[in-house]
């Protein structure tokens, strides 16, 4: 594969994440034409011939049947036939030219092969070199994937091995990733623009690298790639860990697919080539020599458990094992105790044969890796056993139980200068014993490197007690060393040991040794891990001292933080015990008379001292009495009771519960997969006796034999001679390997296919079934019909066509169903909330409230019915309609706020009921809108547009001319003189306005006034109505609470309209508590049929738009008689919000239907 640059992989350079941002605001979605339905439809259905006659049809008229429509889920008509996989309405739309777009990756998502071939076709046909391929051109807001996908990626994630096959062979490439801490330009810049794909663009080239198919296509050692691939994974878990569940994954996979190879080795000779191949080996190994076992340790070295713990490796592995004691496995417990003690106790024996004669039979036996292990086992056996007689002083215990007076007497001179003394004889012994181990370890950090060294933690255990054995040996000779120079010089060096110094090289040489014992008896539970039932507990304690460490950090953070509190409360009263110890002028410890004292001075004397005093106190060993010293107050006293106490909850209760919590949890972790722990453990020490070093144990390894000078001569002299004997070698064992590699990845392949074929019936294969059935069915109807016969009409909706899935899928083309959001029902109930509360205003407001006693008893009832939201619990089709029919108006006013940018003709398109209106009432009929639409969807129009209308807004207010407390809503640039009624066109749009009520009663009044006309006037009716209100009719006069707002329009149909700030103000104003809901929005006049019915029953506000004719002269206009309102309970009257209950303004109807035109139409508010 070849290393691509990081646009080729991450697609992240600058231009592409420019290209890629969604527009979010001009993202729009078409509605479907009756004709594009029906396209879609058939091609969903697999209608071939009614396809082809829509396309031969509506070839010409793009604006009618535009092929390119998609339905709902971003379906084309090409990718319906994808998934349908109808290859023969494939080809018929790529011949009619529709765009491919990302159609390819659709085929190798549902694993079309034959659509694949296809559209792999059609890119060489009319890919221009040069130019980006039909997926790249997809635009960001409408792709199905993410622009690092490419074919050879998708199939990888599929792991669809025919598909991959077709690419590969067609020479796709995959780039690698770099590496995650690569500092180069592209992936900096990469990471700037955009970190999140720079992450997933990597996640998604890894996650094609790891495809076992792609692994066992494009390598040609299929094990290494898999071995190297894993550990890389497990690298990038650690490093980035926002997406380590999924490079685990990964991991998981890369170690499934090795594992599954193992599977189909079918003879030992395949197993034997596939775990011996090593090509940086300079001897390869050849059938019927010794195992080498290179592959299986570079399993190891990369923690292939699952790998190493497969059967067939250990099955490989026990025979190895072994060798050489044939029956062995076959005998007793008893049976294999007495020979394992035969061959222990016969080691000193089998080692000096094989340093003598490594050549003959006893010696080629004790090669054997089991005759191996039970030797080195028995001399580590001998050195635990010397180690116990030198802490035990053997020397000395054999002397006295002689009874022997000289020897006795001998014992008690060694006593007296025991300061200095030389070894013993057993401590000699166990000298000679660590050098050898000192050999050992050399020879194999010299061997392995030390990485390699330190990735095994025994490797860590041994080197620390050496550390130790070697500085008790150092400082032992230095002890010897002072006492020689004193007793030289004059001095008596040989005292008694409580007059030793406190760091007498001597005491401080006992320290070492007494740690290197402890660690060197520790080392036996490495040995138990090859017994079966000691081995899990071994790795579960091994994983439970990593907990260990980890809770280590965080008890000794809480132990230091108490322990400098203690400190600091309780020094100066542990000085006074410690002179009340010390009160001798000799400055010797008073323990006769202040024993107290002087047992109890330390617990607080240092920092140190306090916190081993904490520490002994999470094991109960540290009572309260140790607060009692001598001048203590009792402030002080209780302050550190308390801090005590809180460090017993906090260690004693919290962590060391949390630290029993994760080692159960790891215990539980590691039982659940024991076995597999247990035997990569077991084969990790199998692995260490099978080489050829290290065969006899110490401290027989210190000793030079013929074997080694041998070698040395061996090596020296035929090095220049094998150079061409090893190349020899390894091709041929490079070819060995690659046959098996190529017989093992042939039946995984075979298997995985099988495995797919053999699937039982899914619901794709019913759906193909379903596909094929009506594809055959317009086939035999088109046949039928072309030979004259009568055949029956598949209509469009027809539903017993399609299966469950297809029924919702022509369901939602028929309805016109599109993903998007549904306004009004969260956000009103949301909106309460939205305006932060003054609380100190409401404060004031209460404290001036509080003596008043002319406020009037509140109904709460009827205040909360007022504010709660409308429930309507299924809404009405009126407002599903209105709802699709608003998203273009609101798109077009909103990037033209401004009255001089509107559009009318565009206003036209959107809503043709305003077609019989001028297009400066149009104008205005949108300027009305503004507010409202403006105040709904502030957070899309930019802080630029919302500048530009302040400014125009305070121009329109110098500009604007008439009285502020009674304007209209809507007047000229420049005063209009009036003309007469009787020249006067007039002009009502009516809106329909949802108006509720305070009360059960003021519904029930409502509907009295609706089947009964009233003709009083409402309260709420405006100051501002006209003669034209005056003069209607009685029919018109029942439907009550309309106001109807005039206004005149200029005899320039282009002259501008504005508002003042006044009236800009009032139109925003909320008219009632109570928000309106969807029923303020731009009906059709189809979707109005249903509401005509409601209208009797529903208040209506109606706004007239009175416009002068032109063929006529103005004349001077008449004064029109203003009625007064009959003022009910609220106060003086308000031209648009007289009380809470007041409707909005609306534009004036007759029962739905335009004065003018006699249509039914409907305004927003």
Known sequence: MNRGSREELLGSSQEA?????????????????????????????????????????????????????????????????????????????????????????????????????????????????????????????????????????????????????????????????????????????????????????????????????????????????????????????????????????????????????????????????MLNYNPWDMDSWEPGERQTL????????????????????????????????????????????????????????????????????????????????????????????????????????????????????LVEFWKSRERGSLPGLIESTVILFIASLVWGEIRSLWDNGLLEYLSDLWNIVDFITNVFYIAWIGLRFTSWYIVQRDFHSGKDPWYPRERWDSFDPMLLSEGAFAAGMIFSFLKLVHIFSINPYLGPLQVSLGRMIIDIIKFFFVYMLVLFAFACGLNQLMWYYAELEKTKCYHHPSGVADFDTQERACSIWRRFANLFETSQSLFWASFGLVDLTTFELTGIK?????????????????????????????????????????????????????????????????????????????????????????????NKSREKARQQHEAVMRILIRRYVTAEQRDRDEEGVTEDDVMEIRQDISTLRFELIDILRNNGMKTPTV?????????????????????????????????????KESKPKDVFSQIAKAIVRRGSETDKKKDWNAQIRRSTIRKDPIGSTAEAETKRSRQSLRAHILDNVSARTIDPQKLLQYNPNLSNVTPTARVAYAKFMRSKIKSDFTETVGQEQESADKAKE??????????????????????????????????????????????????????????????????????????????????????????????EEPESPSSSLYMTEEEDKNLQKPISPTPSGPSEQILSAATLEADQQKESKTPSVTITVEEPKKSEEPKEPKEPKKKEPKPKESPGPSTLSPSPAAPKPGIVTDKGKSKVTGKIVSGWL
């Open 634 to 726: 009792s402030f002080t006293r209780f302050w550190a009771l308390l801090t005590f106490g809180s460090y017993s909850v906090i260690n004693i209760i919290v962590l060391l519960n949390m630290l029993i919590a994760m080692m159960s949890n790891s215990y539980q972790i590691i039982s659940e997969r024991s076995d597999v722990e247990w035997k990569f453990a077991r084969s990790n020490l199998w692995m260490s006796y099978f080489e050829d070093g290290d065969t006899v144990p110490p401290p027989f390894n210190i000793i030079p034999t013929p074997k080694h000078v041998n070698g040395w001569i061996q090596k020296i002299l035929h090095n220049k001679q094998r150079g061409s004997i090893i």
């Open 294 to 409: 290179g592959r299986l340790k570079l399993a190891i070295k990369y923690k292939q458990k699952m790998f190493v713990a497969h059967p067939n490796v250990q099955q490989l592995l026990g025979s190895i094992w072994y060798e050489g004691l044939p029956g062995f496995k076959r005998k007793s417990m008893v049976g294999q105790c007495v020979q394992v003690a035969k061959l222990g106790a016969m080691f000193p024996v089998y080692c000096t044969i094989y340093m003598l004669a490594p050549d003959s039979e006893y010696g080629q036996f004790m090669k054997k890796p089991f005759v191996k292990f039970i030797s080195h086992s028995s001399s580590y056996m001998m050195f635990l056993m010397l180690l116990s007689l030198a802490s035990q002083r053997a020397e000395y215990l054999v002397l006295e139980w002689s009874g022997i007076s000289w020897l006795q007497e």
């Open 795 to 831: 209509n469009v909706q027809d539903t017993t066509i399609s299966g469950k899935k297809g029924k919702v899928m022509e369901r939602r083309i028929l309805k016109d169903f599109q993903i998007g959001i549904v306004e009004g029902i969260i956000k009103d109930v949301i909106s």
């Open 954 to 1047: 305070s121009e329109a207010k110098e500009t604007a001319s008439g009285s502020k407390e009674g304007g209209l809503p809507f007047r000229p640039k420049t005063p209009i003189p009036e003309k007469p009624e009787e020249e006067k066109a007039v002009t009502k749009i009516k809106v329909e306005a949802d108006i509720e009520s305070k009360g059960s009663k003021a519904k029930s009044e409502d509907a009295k006034q609706t089947k009964a006309p009233s003709k009083e006037a409402s309260g709420s009716t405006s100051s501002a109505a006209t003669k034209t209100e005056k003069e209607t009719s009685p029919q018109k006069k029942a439907e009550s609470k309309d106001h109807v707002i005039q206004i």
């Open 17 to 273: 994440v420019r290209n890629s941002q969604v527009d979010l605001h001009s993202f729009q979605e078409k509605p479907l034409t009756k004709e594009e339905k029906s396209f879609l439809l058939n091609a969903d259905r697999g209608d071939y011939v009614t396809v082809k006659r829509l396309i031969e049809v509506y070839a010409s008229k793009p604006e009618i049947l535009d092929i390119n429509c998609v339905d709902p889920l971003n379906r084309s008509a090409l990718i319906a036939a994808i998934e349908n996989e109808n290859i023969e309405l494939i080809k018929l739309l790529l011949g009619s030219g529709i765009k491919v777009k990302d159609a390819l990756l659709h085929a190798i998502k549902e694993e079309y092969v034959e659509a694949v071939e296809l559209l792999l076709q059609w890119e060489e046909e009319h890919h221009v070199p040069g130019e980006p391929y039909s997926w790249e051109s997809v635009e960001p807001s409408a792709a199905t994937f993410t622009p690092d996908i490419t074919p050879l990626i998708l199939a990888a994630h599929r792991n669809h091995y025919e598909i991959l096959k077709l690419l590969l062979d067609r020479g796709a490439t995959l780039p690698v990733p770099h590496d995650v801490k690569c500092g180069c330009d592209e992936c900096v810049k990469s990471s700037e623009e955009d970190s999140l794909r720079h992450s997933q663009a990597r996640i998604n080239a890894y996650r094609a690298l790891s495809s076992p198919s792609l692994i066992a296509l494009s390598s040609a050692d299929p094990l290494l790639t898999a071995f190297e691939l894993s550990w890389e994974l497990g690298r990038l878990s650690r490093m980035e860990t926002e997406f380590r569940i999924e490079y685990k994954n990964l991991r998981h996979q890369c170690q499934e697919f090795a594992t599954s190879l193992l599977d189909h080795t079918r003879t030992s000779q395949e197993l034997e080539i």
